[in-house]
């Protein structure tokens, strides 16, 4: 099986700009997470679906940050306006119920903003 | 809510010996999953072990092996005959099995050098 795939991995931007970072979970996946890493706030959860549906958004920093899952096969969340701060690893990853109880990433998402 | 704590940031062993990292969480709940994990320099997050919390026998996976202790809400990853590739961040986390609940919530990480 594939694991969770993300794109871009890499992403330098400009400040002011649109972001939009993607994740393809695994099949059979219901549960789906985006998480933020950074070195002064470590990992934090932005955002969390069940079966396509926002459970908790209470990690999503403001406005600027929306996070969508229009299927069970893929998932965005968009930056905009991006702001050098936004800068961080963007994980995603996902959870199949009564497979494991184990959450599996995929390899991340790079963003620099400058 | 439930917290995860590593109080060691940093920690270094010779290659080919044993050693042992710190984990400790809080929660109400009597059923519940952890897990360590590990962050080599591409950043990449890799499931070590997990355990969960109904079990009295300790998780083991090769050379990586838990020490569980659940009522002193303890969770330490020993790491036997260490090797080079081991040189990682490692991740304490903490996840509930109730449904809106199921996050990870992760620890501050121990960053673990192998000395050759």
């Known amino acids: 099986d594939a694991g969770v795939i993300q794109s871009p991995r890499h992403e330098v931007t400009e400040m002011g700009q649109e972001v939009t970072l993607r994740c393809k979970p695994i099949?059979?996946?219901?549960?789906l997470f985006w998480y933020r890493q950074t070195m002064m706030r470590g990992l934090e959860l932005l955002i969390y679906?069940?079966?396509?549906?926002?459970?908790?958004d209470s990690g999503m920093p403001e406005d600027r940050f929306s996070a969508k899952m229009p299927n069970a096969s893929f998932s965005t969340l968009k930056i905009q306006p991006s702001e050098p701060r936004d800068s961080a690893v963007y994980f995603c990853a996902g959870l199949a119920a009564g497979k494991g109880n184990t959450i599996y990433f995929g390899e991340g998402s790079w963003l620099t903003v400058v | 809510a439930q917290t995860v704590t590593q109080s060691q940031p940093e920690m270094s062993v010779q290659e080919a010996e044993t050693v042992t990292l710190s984990c400790t969480y809080d929660t109400s709940e009597s059923d519940y999953y952890l897990f360590w994990y590990k962050q080599p320099p591409s950043r990449q997050m890799i499931l070590v072990i997990r355990q969960e919390a109904y079990k009295q026998q300790n998780a083991t996976e090769n050379r990586f092996s838990v020490n569980f202790q659940k009522a002193a809400k303890s969770f330490s990853l020993k790491i036997s005959d260490s090797q080079l590739g081991d040189a990682a961040m490692y991740f304490c986390a903490y996840r509930s099995p109730f449904q809106g609940a199921q996050k990870l919530v992760f620890g501050q990480g121990t960053r673990l050098t192998i000395n050759p």
């Open positions: 679906f069940n079966n396509n549906v926002p459970i908790d």
């Open positions: 099949s059979g996946h219901n549960s």
